[in-house]
């Protein structure tokens, strides 16, 4: 099989949140579109790997003539699903000139004082950037709503408020890409058994994560709702199935792919007359 023709049919659809999706219904050991093998899938984010590094630049040389457009990638999971993968196997093929990260976590003692949104419009990228959110404003509705950190009126009020956040962002310029990644429980038993089998994983081990585990069901409910409430035609969610984690990675690549190719950027015209600085050079 040809590495260009492993994809056999496009992803964006097949992983799109419409109306009547069902988490529980997603394989998570599934590969939607593509029909390789994992020795295809990572020839394929290779050679990936090199045009959204064009893309990327091509962005951010739009935004140094007045081009305001810039792309938002938001990444949720369960924890061990493979955020920090696609943080260093996608995201890392890029500049990082070019590139705002952000990783979300418990608030602090003043983000708490605030709107749940105010400190993520403090992180949010700037024009020719992408954007990355290793988690994101989502936590305010997920383990919020798990652990009743906050009351259920007030995590009702956060949908609509998200929605419309992201509405704004969207009509300001920002593609949003919104990623779940979906592992299955199982797996996750392994990934962290995994963590704690290997002493160079310690560091990444973290108690509270079995703690998180034990809601399960939970979480996948508040899952379930949120994409329910907050997928929509100008920001869908994508449930990209996580537990081959080569698939991942390359199913947020052709997201990201898809997202810059569709802004049809070009190179900004030179603001100098060409011929001229091309004479001036030559007698340099």
Not at 35 to 56: F, M
Not at 65 to 90: C, N, P
Not at 101 to 111: I, M
Not at 235 to 263: F, G, H, I, S, T
């Amino acid at each position: 099989m040809s590495r260009r023709k492993a994809w056999n049919t496009d992803p964006e659809p097949l992983l799109r949140v419409e109306e009547g999706f069902r988490l529980d219904r997603v394989d998570p050991d599934s590969t939607p579109g593509f029909a390789g093998r994992k020795i295809d899938g990572l020839e394929s984010l290779a050679a990936g790997a090199t045009r959204l590094a064009a893309l990327q630049e091509r962005l951010h040389a739009a935004s140094t003539a007045g081009d305001v457009r810039r792309v938002l990638l938001v990444l949720q999971a369960m924890d061990t699903a493979g955020k920090g993968g696609i943080v260093s196997h996608v995201v890392g093929a890029v500049d990082p000139n070019g590139v705002h990260y952000a990783g979300f976590k418990a608030p602090t003692a003043e983000e708490r004082e605030h709107d749940f949104l105010w400190r993520i419009e403090r992180e949010l990228p700037r024009a020719g950037q992408l954007g990355v959110f290793d988690r994101s404003h989502y936590e305010d509705v997920l383990i919020q709503r798990v652990r009743s950190f906050a009351p259920p009126e007030e995590i009702e009020r956060r949908y609509g408020a998200i929605v419309d956040f992201e509405d704004d962002l969207v009509a300001q310029g920002t593609t949003i890409v919104k990623v779940m990644l979906h592992i299955s429980k199982d797996e996750q038993r392994e990934r962290l058994g995994d963590r704690l089998d290997r002493p160079d994983k310690h560091w990444k081990f973290n108690p509270g994560d079995i703690d998180e585990r034990l809601l399960w069901n939970d979480y996948q409910q508040a899952y379930q709702i949120a994409l329910d409430r907050t997928s929509t035609a100008r920001a869908p969610w994508y449930v990209v199935p996580a537990n081959r984690k080569w698939y991942a990675r390359l199913a947020v690549q052709q997201l990201l792919l898809r997202a810059l190719e569709d802004m049809q950027l070009t190179w900004p015209p030179a603001d100098f007359d060409v011929a001229e600085e091309r004479r001036r050079l030559a007698e340099s």
